[in-house]
Structure formats: C-alpha cells, structure tokens
Nanobody
C-alpha cells in the first residue's frame, strides 16, 4: 500500500503565496507521475500541475507563471509553490501519484492524498 501525506495549505490574501508538500510512503517501487489536482465547490476535480519521474512538468493554463511544481524522486515527494494567488484558486488541493502495480511495470494505479484546503480571500 502506498500512502500520500500532504501538508501546507491554509488561508491567504489575494497576491500571497502558499506551499504545498506531499510525501509518499509504503511499498513504493518507482513512482511515475506525481502531481496536484484541485476541486472547488460545485466543480469537477482538475489537474493543476504534474511532474514526471524524468523531470518534465505540465501546468494548467490558469496557473502558468504563478505555480511551480518540484519533485524529489529520492524522497518520493512533490511540492507545489503557489505565488500570486487569486480567489479563483480557492479549492481543496489533492496530491496524486501514479504507482506501478509491480516493480518494473509500466501499468500504474492512482493514489490520492487526503486533500488540503486552500482559501484565497479577496
């Protein structure tokens, strides 16, 4: 079993910054993609940013230039630095990891963190 533990989040004024962290523990072979999703009230969960094990990153258009995802493969950890926050960024943020089903497999299953609330006041 792989578990993701998130930290960070909270309440911040518009224009402020927050940093989210996520660490994986358990029976880990080699995590492939790690990323962050968010879900605002009444909306679907959406991808915010993702980092591959090879270091490639991808961002949702609305956060480009404001958010930075970073990954530490040795620690099976990923972080999301969020700057210039806007009220529209308010959501529950979830860490996600694509974990191989067995060592060396390219087939993965998805693991989710418990979610952390980010609230940006105007």
């Amino acid at each position: 079993q792989v578990q993701l533990v998130e930290s960070g989040g909270g309440l911040v004024q518009a224009g402020g910054s927050l940093r989210l962290s996520c660490a994986a523990s358990g029976n880990i072979f080699s995590i492939q993609d790690m990323g962050w999703y968010r879900q605002a009230p009444g909306k679907q969960r959406e991808l915010v940013a993702v980092a591959t094990s090879g270091g490639h990153t991808n961002y949702q258009d609305s956060v480009k230039g404001r958010f930075t995802i970073s990954r530490d493969n040795a620690k099976n950890a990923v972080a999301l630095q969020m700057n210039s926050l806007k009220p529209d960024d308010t959501a529950v943020y979830y860490c996600n990891a694509a974990v191989p089903i067995v060592r060396g497999s390219s087939i993965t299953y998805s693991v989710w963190g418990q979610g952390t609330q980010v609230t940006v006041s105007s």
